[in-house]
């Protein structure tokens, strides 16, 4: 198998699986769409509405895809796959039937309830002059959400009851019904499996950093950071989440008729009842894909178009490297506000990979023949070391050679597990 891949979405996540998918011997081309210029120094790029089923497709035919990989959420809720499977290339992401898993929090609890999965307790407030009712019901720590996709930023999680007060009501004014959640105590893992129906293949666990600030202080972002393995993590948990949450979750789906078929992400709290699921995402996770495919042994490619074609479960387990893998996001001055965009970045490098660190493209563009940023979160360096705290060093060491004004960075990204603050 020779395959041409083309891999939809213009972010770091994008970046990680297109070099991933370059290390894969059995993958002949790699076509981006849109991409960004660091995808572009390892795979052709086109131009594509990536929202668009039609765009997508005209995109596979012109490069004459043998497998089609969409990165974000947004195209799979939209039925982007859906398109793309019945135009007759095969694609990992799953139908905008499966996506709601992600892109409706009220399928995703339903489905839960049904397959016995822990979650937390939620409500629906539409109405603002239920408002002040519904929150008193909850606390005394408050979780207001934008009942929809928001990329992580519509959440706050706060015990000041005025904050989440004033946080639900913006959202009402701005006519988006609020969601309150219970709080799950407790240290957040990402489970990434390749889910093909019934099929549910594991990654390594991983832990995303989602304050803007050092010691998990500020607003919440699309993640700063991550890192995987985790050492903290027991083996039993790990096992648990896979049986007791993310096998019930792709039966249940499957009875239902909307088999999931691509990247199921389980976003857990584990806390003293064990663990409970914060949120399904229907696609890889954004930054922890850049530590853990920065491990993966096992070619991409293969896995992927596996997923894609159902025969997940013909393949082995997929290899890890040893040692561990840590990527630090380089955001634009005031991020996760308005962010600055347009200033110009020096010091990413050719792209190549030092053996220690690579640079991933998030949100740049080429103007003038510069870099300059285009986007809130603009670069991640991913790094990878005998352990935790080598990968941390490899990491930071890497960034101080980069350059972009007003930009900002945390400075403890795995802090905690290296210094063992973490426990279950
Ligand atoms: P979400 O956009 O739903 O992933 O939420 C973003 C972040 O808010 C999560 O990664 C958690 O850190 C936090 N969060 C969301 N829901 C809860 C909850 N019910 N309990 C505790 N923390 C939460
Ligand atoms: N890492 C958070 C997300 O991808 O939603």
Redesign the pocket.
Known sequence: MRVRVLVIGAGAREHALVAALRRDPSVREVFAAPGNPGIGQLAQLEAVDPTSGESVVAVAKKVAADLVVIGPEVPLVLGVADAVRDAGFACFGPSAAAARIEGSKAFAKDVMSAAGVKT?H?EIVDNPAELDAALDRFGP?W?V?DDGL??????V?TKDRSAARVHAADLLEQGHPVLL?????GP?VSLFCLVDGATVVPLLPAQ?H??VGDGDTGP?TGGMGAYAPLPWLPETVLTDIVEQVVRPVAAELVRRDNGFSGLLYA?L?VGEEGPAV??F?CRFGDPETQAVLALLESPLGELLDATAKGTLAELDAPRWRDGAAVTVVLAAENYPGAPRLGDVISGTGDGSSSDAATVLHAGTAARDGALVSSGGRVLNVVATGADLAEARAHAYDRLATIKLPGSHFRTDIALAAVSNDISV
């Open positions: 937390a939620s720590t979780v959400k928001a990329a992580g930023k519509g959440v999680v959640e219970s709080f799950l105590d957040e995303d989602k304050r919440n976003g709290a914060i949120e995402n």
